[in-house]
């Protein structure tokens, strides 16, 4: 089959429906309202469950319970919708449920507006509701990426009985790029027979709970859970270097479409010989902290300039990662405003030197 020209929401329904989701349950918010759309007819057509929900704390709790019988559910959202369904992810991840989330971000803070933003990255790598919990959080630049991760996002959800979020925003899902799910893997069939309230003729009961009033018992979930994220430390973490061999005297640092702007921006500067660079996060929990500090720490690394559609987020897990041995420089837009490669171009030979500096 060839590659299909789609746009990204409804490359993210179609991911979903490869990866083999079986219910969708969400409440419309611009940008991501055409998921919801392509779905409501899509999902019918392969057997699964489509709801709209009266509102993203109802979807969301509709999710908790699904998870729980055993189906692979997943629901989207954008920013204030991801915000009412932060009670639920903590509930879901403290049962130990697979379920994936997918925010399409939008500006604020408030209602904002409905262009590109990057300003949920704290919420969604800090844990967007209470308690002692973390979701695996993937961030793509490309559409064909976002299939990838999407359909991959199911299996580690499976893999982990944990949450996993996909984190995009507004030109993701409303650009169109040409698409190839045949090479797509699609995950195994979930096996939930030791955990789903399936019926327990046959069986003793599976109970699926959140509240545990013994501290001592409610202490040992937390380890059990804080086990489950170093181990997703030691097997997910994910990210790309782009023009880092050998290591350039100016590293940017950036994600998910942001990256996009940042590769043309380098492009132009090595053509004017700059020595520049990229390191960009996928995994943005668990942060890729070790991998960028081997490339950040090699001597030939003079300064590292960190770009988002925020006004700083991934900046605060970049000046961690660096622990101080390099100058950390920032450049953020904001309000659905998209840095150009010229702005970044300016920044860059700021930071060279004489405008065309850093020729190696």
Same mark, same amino acid.
């Given at each position: 089959?060839?590659?299909?020209?789609?746009?990204?929401?409804?490359?993210?329904?179609?991911?979903?429906? $490869?990866?083999?989701?079986?219910?969708?349950?969400?409440?419309?918010?611009?940008?991501?309202?055409?998921?919801?759309?392509?779905?409501?007819?899509?999902?019918?057509?392969?057997?699964?469950? !489509?709801?709209?929900?009266?509102?993203?704390?109802?979807?969301?709790?509709?999710?908790?319970?699904?998870?729980?019988?055993?189906?692979?559910?997943?629901?989207?959202?954008?920013?204030?919708?991801?915000?009412?369904?932060?009670?639920?992810?903590?509930?879901?991840?403290?049962?130990e449920l697979p379920a994936v989330f997918i925010n399409i971000m939008r500006?604020?803070?408030?209602?904002?507006?409905?262009? @590109?933003?990057?300003?949920?990255?704290?919420?969604?790598?800090?844990?967007?509701?209470?308690?002692?919990?973390?979701?695996?959080?993937?961030?793509?630049?490309?559409?064909?990426?976002?299939?990838?991760?999407?359909?991959?996002? !199911?299996?580690?959800?499976?893999?982990?009985?944990?949450?996993?979020?996909?984190?995009?925003? %507004?030109?993701?899902?409303?650009?169109?790029?040409?698409?190839?799910?045949?090479?797509?893997?699609? @995950?195994?069939?979930?096996?939930?027979?030791?955990?789903?309230?399936?019926?327990?003729?046959?069986?003793?009961?599976?109970? $699926?709970?959140?509240? !545990?009033?013994?501290?001592?018992?409610?202490?040992?979930?937390?380890?059990?859970?804080?086990?489950?994220?170093?181990?997703?430390?030691?097997?997910?973490?994910?990210?790309?270097?782009?023009?880092?061999?050998? @290591?350039?005297?100016?590293?940017?640092?950036?994600?998910?479409?942001?990256?996009?702007?940042?590769?043309?921006?380098?492009?132009?500067?090595?053509?004017?010989?700059?020595?520049?660079?990229?390191?960009?996060?996928?995994? $943005?929990?668990?942060? @890729?902290?070790?991998? /960028?500090?081997?490339?950040?720490?090699?001597?030939? $690394?003079?300064?590292? /300039?960190?770009?988002?559609?925020?006004?700083?987020?991934?900046?605060?897990?970049?000046?961690?990662?660096?622990?101080?041995?390099?100058?950390?420089?920032?450049? %953020?837009?904001? %309000?659905?405003?998209?840095?150009?490669?010229?702005?970044?171009?300016?920044?860059?030979?700021?930071?060279?030197?004489?405008?065309?500096?850093?020729?190696?």
């Open positions: 089959m060839p590659k299909k020209l789609m746009k990204g929401n409804e490359a993210l329904g179609e991911a979903a429906i $490869v990866a083999g989701a079986q219910a969708y349950f969400c409440y419309p918010i611009t940008p991501q309202t055409e998921i919801a759309e392509y779905l409501a007819k899509r999902m019918p057509e392969v057997g699964g469950v !489509f709801v709209q929900a009266e509102s993203e704390l109802a979807a969301s709790q509709m999710i908790f319970g699904a998870a729980a019988a055993g189906a692979r559910v997943f629901t989207t959202s954008s920013s204030p919708g991801i915000s009412l369904m932060g009670e639920a992810m903590s509930y879901i991840t403290a049962a500006c604020g803070p408030g209602l904002g507006g409905i262009l @590109p933003s990057q300003g949920d990255y704290l919420q969604a790598v800090k844990g967007a509701g209470h308690g002692d919990y973390k979701l695996l959080v993937l961030a793509p630049s490309t559409i064909q990426e976002a299939v990838d991760l999407t359909i991959e996002a !199911f299996r580690l959800a499976d893999k982990y009985r944990n949450p996993v979020m996909i984190i995009g925003d %507004g030109l993701i899902g409303q650009m169109m790029e040409p698409v190839d799910f045949e090479s797509c893997t699609k @995950p195994p069939r979930l096996d939930c027979s030791a955990w789903a309230t399936t019926g327990c003729a046959g069986r003793e009961p599976h109970i $699926v709970k959140t509240l !545990f009033l013994d501290p001592n018992v409610l202490e040992e979930r937390n380890r059990t859970l804080k086990a489950k994220y170093e181990r997703m430390t030691r097997e997910e973490i994910r990210f790309e270097t782009y023009c880092c061999d050998p @290591p350039p005297d100016l590293l940017f640092a950036a994600y998910g479409t942001t990256a996009r702007v940042v590769r043309t921006a380098v492009d132009h500067l090595r053509e004017e010989g700059a020595s520049v660079g990229m390191f960009r996060p996928i995994s $943005v929990y668990p942060f @890729p902290d070790d991998a /960028l500090r081997q490339v950040a720490h090699h001597p030939a $690394v003079r300064n590292v /300039l960190v770009v988002e559609m925020s006004m700083g987020q991934m900046l605060e897990d970049v000046q961690s990662a660096l622990q101080g041995r390099r100058p950390l420089h920032f450049y %953020g837009r904001g %309000g659905g405003n998209v840095p150009a490669p010229e702005e970044l171009i300016d920044e860059a030979r700021k930071l060279l030197g004489n405008g065309h500096g850093g020729k190696r």
